[in-house]
């Protein structure tokens, strides 16, 4: 259960980083004080109007019904940007370290036994007699 709540608040955490930082763009496009389109980060698109009102050879300044309404969230810019200068000696460091820390999570592959046909060598004399070497 701990593991669970731990993974989840990573996660809203993160979420919450990325929005905070990112800034938003709301578009609106509104018809006779009615929302017909509404667009993140792009320009709303019209309802049409301006073409009908261009076939009836009406100028567009004489068209009051529509309106683009646009607002922008600003994110957070404030942010520190950490450099780390590392010289040749740290960066070999670390990408052997890193190389030699994955490699302990591959699985190990069977290796194949080379002596598995050869039969063991032919015991002539008793060693452990011969050297006085037994067990108590």
């Not at 017909?36 to 049409?48: H, K, N, W, Y």
């Not at 942010?79 to 302990?104: C, G, I, N, P, R």
Request: with cysteine.
């Amino acid at each position: 259960m701990k593991g669970l709540f731990h993974k989840i608040a990573s996660v809203l955490l993160a979420t919450l980083v990325l929005l905070s930082t990112v800034s938003w763009t709301v578009d609106k496009h509104l018809c006779m004080g009615r929302v017909m389109d509404v667009s993140l980060f792009t320009e709303a698109e019209d309802c049409g109007m301006e073409l009908a009102m261009e076939a009836f050879d009406k100028k567009e300044s004489d068209n009051h019904c529509c309106d683009d309404e646009s607002f922008t969230i600003t994110g957070q810019d404030d942010l520190k940007h950490s450099s780390v200068d590392l010289d040749l000696e740290h960066q070999m460091f670390l990408v052997a370290f890193t190389q030699f820390y994955l490699h302990l999570f591959l699985p190990l592959q069977d290796r194949p036994v080379t002596n598995a046909e050869y039969p063991p060598p032919i015991i002539t004399r008793d060693i452990h007699i011969l050297d006085q070497v037994f067990l108590i």
